[in-house]
C-alpha cells in the first residue's frame, strides 16, 4: 500500500537525524534554554527579519495552538475560526478545554474574510446582553487552511488591518507552512507573517521533523510569561534542545523551502493526472493537498493500490476525496500512481 494520507507518514528528513545522531552524546541544558534553541529562534527572527520576536519550540501542534490562545485571551473571550479550521475540527476540543469557545465563521474554500470578522465583532458589541455573550478577542486562520487554500498577500493585510481596528489578536497556523511558501502563486513570506500577525507558528512536524512546532510571537502581550504556559499545556520537552536541533537542520541551506517545493512539485504531477481524465477537485489548492470528486468505482479501484482518505460523500455514488503529498513523496510513488489515475 502507497500512502497518500497525510504529511507525516515517515519519520525525518535524513539532515535531521543527523543531526540529531551527531550530537547525541551531548551534555546540553534542558527545557529549550540550550545553545541550539537559541541558534534555531536567532535563526528564525532573521528569516522573519523581526529581531525582536521571540520564537519557542513546542513538542506539537495542538500543544502549540492551545498555548497560544490561552496566552492571548482572557477567560471570557474566544477565538475566531473559519467553521473548517484546524482548531474545530481536529483538535478534539482542546481549547475548549483550556476555557475559550471557538467562534466559528462559515468559510469559504476553507477562508474567512475581513468582512466577516469585522461583522463578527460589531455583532457582539450591538447586541444589547453582550457581557453574557463570550467575546471575539483573536481570529485563527491556516495557511494552507484544512482544504489547500492559500491567503493571499492582500487577503491577509486586510485582515490585520481589521485585527488592529478591532482590538483582535490574529493567529496564523502554520503546521503546513513549508507548503504553504513554495506554493504555485503564493505571495505571503514569512517577513510579512511577522509583521502582519501577533503570532504564527512555524510547523516542523509535517515538514521533514520527526516532531516539534515553532511558535514565533511578535506581540510582546502575548509574549509575557509564555514559558509557564508552555509547561502548563504539556508542549516543553525536557530534552528541549532536539526540538532545537531539528529546526536548524531544516533551516540549514534553505532545506524547509526545498522540501516544500519537492512536495508541490509531486502535488502537481497527480493535479495534472486527474485533469486529463477529466476527474474534477472539490476546491482549487494549490498546496500539497487535493480534493478530487472520485466516483464510488473509481475510489475502489484505486483504495486497492493507495491510501486516501474519502471526507465527504456529495451522493450516492460520489465522494470528496483528499490525497496530500510530503517532503518524503517518492516520485516514483507518483508515477505510479498518475498511470492508474489514467486509467480511470
Same mark, same amino acid.
Given at each position: ?74 477567560? @471570557? ?5 473559519? @467553521? ?5 475540527? @481536529? ?8 476555557? @475559550? ?244
Amino acid at each position: 500500500m502507497i500512502h497518500f494520507e497525510c504529511d507525516y507518514n515517515e519519520g525525518a528528513h535524513e539532515n535531521v537525524l543527523r543531526r540529531l545522531s551527531q550530537t547525541n552524546a551531548e551534555q546540553t541544558s534542558g527545557y529549550g534554554e540550550d545553545g541550539y534553541c537559541a541558534q534555531a529562534a536567532e535563526k528564525i527572527r532573521s528569516l522573519c527579519e523581526a529581531p525582536n520576536a521571540q520564537a519557542h519550540f513546542l513538542v506539537g501542534g495542538t500543544q502549540a495552538n492551545a498555548t497560544v490562545i490561552d496566552a492571548a485571551l482572557r477567560p @471570557h473571550q474566544g477565538v475566531l475560526s473559519a @467553521h473548517t479550521g484546524h482548531i474545530a475540527v @481536529h483538535e478534539t476540543g482542546a481549547v475548549e478545554a483550556c476555557g @475559550h469557545k471557538v467562534l466559528t465563521l462559515p468559510g469559504a474554500d476553507g477562508k474567512i474574510t475581513a468582512a466577516q470578522i469585522a461583522a463578527a465583532v460589531d455583532e457582539h458589541w450591538a447586541d444589547p446582553s453582550f457581557e453574557h455573550i463570550v467575546q471575539p478577542g483573536m481570529v485563527y486562520l491556516s495557511h494552507p487552511t484544512e482544504l489547500g487554500t492559500l491567503y493571499s498577500l492582500a487577503e491577509l493585510q486586510e485582515i490585520s488591518r481589521v485585527c488592529r481596528e478591532k482590538c483582535l489578536f490574529l493567529f496564523v497556523d502554520g503546521a503546513r507552512l513549508a507548503y504553504g511558501l513554495a506554493a504555485r502563486g503564493a505571495d505571503v513570506t514569512l517577513p510579512e507573517l511577522a509583521k502582519r500577525c501577533d503570532v504564527f507558528t512555524f510547523g516542523g512536524t509535517k515538514a521533514g521533523a520527526l516532531f516539534g512546532e515553532a511558535v514565533v510571537i511578535t506581540n510582546p502581550a502575548i509574549a509575557k510569561d509564555f514559558r509557564y504556559l508552555i509547561k502548563r499545556h504539556g508542549g516543553m520537552l525536557a530534552k528541549g534542545r532536539l526540538l532545537g536541533l531539528q529546526f536548524l537542520a531544516l533551516l540549514e541551506n534553505d532545506l524547509y523551502l526545498s522540501l516544500g517545493n519537492h512536495a508541490i512539485a509531486q502535488a502537481g504531477r497527480i493535479r495534472d493526472a486527474f485533469a486529463a481524465v477529466g476527474i474534477p477537485l472539490a476546491f482549487d489548492s494549490p498546496a500539497n493537498l487535493l480534493f478530487p470528486i472520485l466516483t464510488k468505482a473509481q475510489a475502489d479501484y484505486l483504495q486497492t493500490k493507495y491510501a486516501f482518505y474519502l471526507i465527504d460523500p456529495l451522493d450516492n455514488n460520489r465522494y470528496i476525496s483528499r490525497f496530500c503529498t510530503s517532503w518524503a513523496t517518492r516520485p516514483e510513488d507518483v508515477e505510479q500512481l498518475t498511470n492508474d489515475i489514467r486509467k480511470l
